[in-house]
């Protein structure tokens, strides 16, 4: 809408932040699952403050758009305007453009133990219900609950497995398996995270 409101969604709304550092297969199982858990997905790309990035915001933002439009489900959005270092700015941009909308912020199993030690963790988790994503190679253990129900968190874990894939991993050995191959002609392109190579280059070569 022109004044950056939305309609409250029929039911939750899902909120999926990444570093898409590039997005991976990992990005991609878990964005298909979560349209067939919640009616709305919003999705954005941010600057981590704990991470150094390989590529620059607005290209990483261009990356995971791209991947939005080939997933191609009208209830999965590219929302880049509530992109924020911080959960709690990105919650209170939510909050404004689904009013009266539940929030469910979304993170990998990953980032559990994190989670208390971000700014302004309680107000972080009292604004929405924490949905975790279990993902391959990182295991949910009970003492990492704990702290965030003693926070004041509404904590789900969702019944979903996310493949053990890792942008870290792809930025140190470029592997185009681990990538989704919608987002192959623009990581060549643009020469991102040493995938310009001839060699890596050649199978998208037309005979």
Known sequence: MSNGVDKAAEGPVALFG???DPPTRGHLALLE???QLYPQV???ASDNPQKLHGAPLEQRSTLLGELVAA???PRLSHRQ???SPWAITTLERAAARWPGSELVFVVGSDLAAQIPSWKQAEAVLKA???AIAPRAGWPLQPKQLEPLTQLGGRVVILPLQVPATAS???RQTPDLAQLPAALLPLLLKHNL???GKPSLSQPLKRP
């Open 33 to 35: 699952g979560l349209v």
């Open 42 to 44: 919003a999705t954005w």
């Open 128 to 130: 929405c219900v924490l």
């Open 81 to 83: 305007e509530l992109s």
């Open 71 to 73: 997933i191609g489900d």
């Open 18 to 20: 990444t570093s898409a």
């Open 168 to 170: 870290s991993a792809v």
């Open 193 to 195: 995270y040493g995938l």
